[in-house]
């Protein structure tokens, strides 16, 4: 599970992380009339919200091509830790 920011520059120095498929994340905005928030995944987006739940659907696929010489975790970790 890829969790990115939609900007480059918010929050600063992050870079996003690969979360465990199973994983499920919650945002809360507390102040979402002062601050509107948009969540956006799978070409989807939904404006001004007050909560969104992440996690990955059971039921959709993809077909991942990769370098046979570098190791899915080790794509994984150069990817997170990289700066």
Known sequence: LALT?????RPRR?????????????????????RPVNAAADHTEVKAIASVTVRESPTAT???LFDPNHSWNERILAEQFRY
């Open 62 to 64: 993809a077909t991942l």
């Open 5 to 9: 920011p939609v900007s480059p520059f």
């Open 14 to 34: 992050w870079r996003g992380a690969l979360l465990s498929n199973k994983a499920i994340v919650r945002f809360d905005i507390l102040e979402s009339e002062k």
